[in-house]
């Protein structure tokens, strides 16, 4: 799938880096719905659209390098004690509120997460965010390098909480700095991104409110795509991707208790949030599948049939379409697949690597539900059987700890798979042989 990726790579420009992260386009499937802008499901009441201004001219110039705010190339060659001899300096000649501090604090702050200073390089950032708010206003684009200066450290420290608040804040400059650019598309994927790495890391019940926002964020950059360069641009891919995700992570995630009791407002809001959720999650399959057709389109619009991607974008529907219980569907898709591959000199070589053993479901990087191992030291081997409906049977113990290996053969038992696919019928597979690490 590498190869894959170098193919689309070209033709993606500014979302490459954000497609190398997410992986193979083949290992992502997830939803939305139709994409006519802000029509996907509910409207939140507070968009990350709403109340967009202008870009301040004065800004604008410093805001095309500040977008994605990478570190100053420069930074790790620049002494701190040069910094801090430049910011003694201005503050002696021009004064604590000096237009030149927030430039030099930045520098600082930077030199220091070099250093692996992360403590001493969040006071810097601190102190630079808070002399442009005051000498630039509360949501000049001049923050933006800081702020991202300010979650990278906070990260490094392990503070969540502070990192995420100050991700969230970041969010609220880039929207009314950077309203109306091409490039506030990739301001909302890195946030859903963001979103999907806590969603990760949290365990609490709130975890729906994290699924909520990614939904937002990918379906609003989409809508921005679609508008500015239409629904079959490849430069839709990304976004799509992250809806397919976000999607299986919806399906996957427990309700929550729509029964809890209200208290306070922030309550109340919450609860507003959860119903949200559970309609989301009520639509689920209906979105995926559109969602999929969408991507089938992309792929068929800008690639010859029989191209590998084109048929995994079919997969991918009867993956999402078998994972949710649509086998005669889902089947009826996979044989599309295998009808597009016959006439492929390497048409067998290709149904093999698609259909020629058993896949776990969901097959999206992040997602899988079974750790392989990628050799046998330590590793649990089961041996195990797939039928015909992608159901496990007969789960046995080969090698490894008995106790550590019964949480995987519970999760193994209760795993749906794409079957072994022969003369376009779906077929039991027996005695497969698997590593998994514990």
Not at 177 to 184: H, I, V
Request: include cysteine; charged fraction near 25%; hydrophobic fraction near 35%.
């Amino acid at each position: 799938m590498g190869d894959v990726l170098r193919t689309l790579q070209p033709r993606i420009g500014l979302f490459a880096g954000i497609i190398r992260r997410y992986g193979p386009p083949f290992t992502l499937l997830l939803t939305s719905c139709t994409l006519t802008p802000l029509s996907w499901g509910e409207t939140p009441s507070d968009t990350p659209e709403a109340g967009l201004s202008l870009v301040d001219p004065v800004a604008q110039d410093f805001a095309d390098e500040a977008l994605t705010a990478p570190p100053d190339p420069t930074a790790s060659k620049r002494d701190v004690s040069a910094y801090e001899q430049s910011i003694h300096t201005l503050e002696s000649s021009q004064g604590a509120y000096a237009e030149g501090l927030a430039e030099q604090l930045l520098g600082l702050g930077q030199s220091l997460q070099i250093q692996g200073e992360h403590a001493d390089a969040v006071a810097a950032f601190k102190r630079g965010v808070h002399l442009t708010r005051i000498n630039q206003g509360l949501y000049s684009a001049q923050q933006i390098p800081l702020l991202q200066g300010l979650v990278e450290s906070y990260t490094a420290l392990g503070e969540w909480e502070q990192a995420d608040d100050r991700q969230n804040y970041l969010f609220r400059v880039q929207r009314r700095a950077l309203s109306g650019r091409e490039d506030m598309s990739s301001v909302l994927m890195q946030h859903a991104m963001w979103q999907y790495e806590a969603y990760q890391r949290d365990t609490n019940s709130d975890g729906f409110l994290r699924l909520l926002s990614m939904w937002d964020y990918y379906r609003m950059a989409a809508s921005t795509i679609a508008q500015r360069v239409g629904k079959t641009s490849v430069e839709m891919l990304p976004p799509l991707y992250g809806l397919v995700r976000t999607q299986y992570l919806i399906a996957l995630h427990s309700t929550p208790d729509a029964g809890a009791s209200l208290g306070s407002q922030s309550d109340y809001n919450e609860r507003i949030q959860q119903g949200r959720f559970t309609s989301i999650q009520s639509r689920s399959y209906k979105q995926g599948r559109e969602v999929i057709n969408v991507m089938v389109d992309v792929y068929s619009e800008n690639l010859e049939p029989g191209n590998p991607l084109r048929v995994e974008s079919l997969v991918m529907l009867g993956d999402w379409m078998w994972f949710n219980g649509e086998r005669t569907r889902a089947t009826e898709v996979y044989q599309q697949a295998l009808t597009e591959l016959a006439a492929r000199d390497d048409a067998q070589l290709q149904k093999e690597r698609l259909f020629g053993t058993p896949v776990a479901l969901p097959d999206v990087d992040g997602l899988r539900p079974l750790p392989v191992a990628p050799d046998t030291d330590g590793a649990v081997l089961l041996e195990y059987a797939v039928n015909e409906y992608g159901r496990v049977t007969d789960v046995e113990l080969r090698e490894g700890d008995e106790e550590r290996a019964r949480t995987l053969m519970r999760t193994l038992r209760k795993t749906r798979f794409r079957p072994r696919f022969d003369e376009q019928e779906p077929v039991r597979t027996e005695q497969i042989l698997t590593s998994y690490a514990y």
